[in-house]
């Protein structure tokens, strides 16, 4: 890849990583040394596409570019790394490749909750996401027991008290209303733990189900549930620019 974003012959992406001169990649390329995604690639013609993995002998080379990754979590993983009980973790859900990049996740969303989280080896992308000081937007769908109130919609726009802090949503519009049961969406630009599940609690709402659809300009739309999709330089830029 070159900075305006055309794709890269894969000699010249092994020279520029620094590995070696353009004519010995070639060389390492023509002898099978050369992975891409975790397959053997031996077409001098190849070209490195925006989120390859490259590898030379088993390690992978990269220009020291960001990496960032929209995943859909389903229940049952935990936003994290690695866990000391074998838990399923959201770096399960990658493929090898993945794997074996110094990913981490950008925010949490908790064991029960699904929907969308941000991988990233950017430490300051990560930064941003998670900090309430840069009021980064999370939109969530949630459906609660109950139905919620016009009322109980203003005082979580006006501000409920959670842990001692107030949590005061940007938005919140009831979507729709069933037997027992109600599905609201939520914005908010914070991410303390169970933060939504415990303000839904305090007016008398149990949560069913807890999604989250997007961060920023970032959707789930198009990325299956316990599936993932690399982002874009152009997604990347709209991610930066919060």
Known sequence: MEKNGRLTRISKYIAMCGIASRRKSEEFVLAGRIKVNGKTVDDLS????????????NKIISLE????????????????????????????????????????????????S?????LTND???????????????KVYRVKAEGIITQEEIKSMQKGIEIDGRDLSANRVKLKEIGID?????????????????KALAKLGHKVIDLQRVSIGKITINGIK???????SVEEITKLQSI
Do not use: Q
Not at 225 to 231: A, F, I, Q, T
């Open 123 to 137: 430490g300051s992308l990560a930064y941003r996401l998670m900090h309430p000081g840069f009021g980064v937007p």
């Open 65 to 112: 570019r960001n990496i960032v990754i929209a995943l859909n979590k389903p229940p049952g993983y935990l936003s994290t790394v690695r866990d000391g009980y074998n838990r399923k973790t959201v770096i399960d859900i990658l493929d090898d490749d993945k794997k074996k990049l110094r990913l981490y996740p950008s925010g949490r969303l908790d064991y029960n």
């Open 46 to 57: 190849y070209k490195i596409n925006p989120g390859d993995i490259v590898e030379c002998d």
């Open 225 to 231: 549930e316990g599936s993932y999709k690399v982002l």
């Open 114 to 118: 699904r929907g969308l989280i941000i």
């Open 181 to 197: 049961n109600c599905i609201i969406e939520i914005e908010i630009s914070e991410g303390r733990k169970r933060i939504i599940r």
